[in-house]
């Protein structure tokens, strides 16, 4: 899978040749022309699908499947699936709009290319994939994307000692924020765990304003210690809090504790990296199969070409 072309004001970006790299003002909508190459001696069936990513630890590590974000609302393919005859290459089109109202500031993502073996009873299906990475920087005067903190949580019990957690969020962004999200619960020992519960949200927070949340513990839980964690959404923004929190024995409040955040994408990364290294077995082992099963006079397998991607004028 490779660019077909690129901006003009790029060509001599040599990252600009393997990646969709752009800097766009809101209301800005682009196209970039992609090649899909099947070198294979099968026809086959290939997905095609914008994907969520992040850099992390250093790394550009692409979510699983298609994780929805702003860039992949706003990333779309002419044709999201591709019938391509052994030895062949297809073309397709990526475009790019970017709303009226986005908020500044740089995005990641990946246009992927999928097959998949398929799979049959007491098998196990091969998925590989291949893609391009998408830098996208937004510019402008919009205001700054959503963003919240959540600044501590307090544990609880009402006069009829029934347990609730309370957590003060602090709007740091630049949008407003509708809320909604879960608490569970894990026991500091032993292995007891508890949730989830929803939120109960107030009002919707503006720019700058903290208020406090509230999640009621619809189960009879022991004092603790807990390690409560609390993951809350607005639109497609997710951020998951942490803290140790006690609960009472007797009605009261005890003292608010600091929240923090958990390592982001940390779980996905890994999961991302276990899959990266499982799709490569599994293409080397694919590989190495059918050249094993090739007659000695068949002749090999042709390559495409690919040629470098050919600099245009669009934005």
Known sequence: MRLVDIPASLANDPRARQYIIDDLKPGTTVKRRIEVANSSASKWRVNLYPGAANITHGSFVGAIGAKETELT??????RKRLDIPAHSVIRDTVTIAVPKDAAPGERYGA?????SSGHKAGSVALVSRAGIRIYLSVSGQNPPAAKFTVNTMTAERDRDGRPIVHAQIHNTGGRALDLRGTLKLSAVSGSVNAGPYDVQLGTTLAPGQSEPVTAPVTDEV?????????ELKSGLLDETYRARITFPHEPGIAGAVAAHLLSSGSPSVLIGALLALVTLLSAALLI???RRRRSKNREPELQPDTPEPTATNSP
């Open 111 to 115: 246009v992927w290319a999928q097959v």
């Open 73 to 78: 609302t706003w990333t779309k393919l002419d």
């Open 222 to 230: 022991a004092d603790g210690p807990w390690d409560a964690t609390l």
């Open 288 to 290: 190495t199969t059918r």
